[in-house]
């Protein structure tokens, strides 16, 4: 019995595909239960927290970070 909360494919390359489950916890004790839905909850802010950046990233056009270079002169 898997109680996955999401699947994730990717392939390089391509997209990332996240695909949610329902939660099947039938048959499991409540204080499983009960760490099951904190793990869920905390998996979904997670998530919240990268797609909030992205956001703010997507806003902020022509504002890409990028790596400082460093000149190094080779003798």
Known sequence: MSNAIFEVEHRPGEEVVLRFKSPRFRGLS??????????????????????????ERAEKPGETPRKKRTKVEVQ
């Open 30 to 55: 409540d204080p499983t239960k009960q760490h099951l839905r904190a793990a869920r909850k905390e998996v979904l802010l997670a998530l919240r927290d990268v797609l909030d950046r992205a956001i």
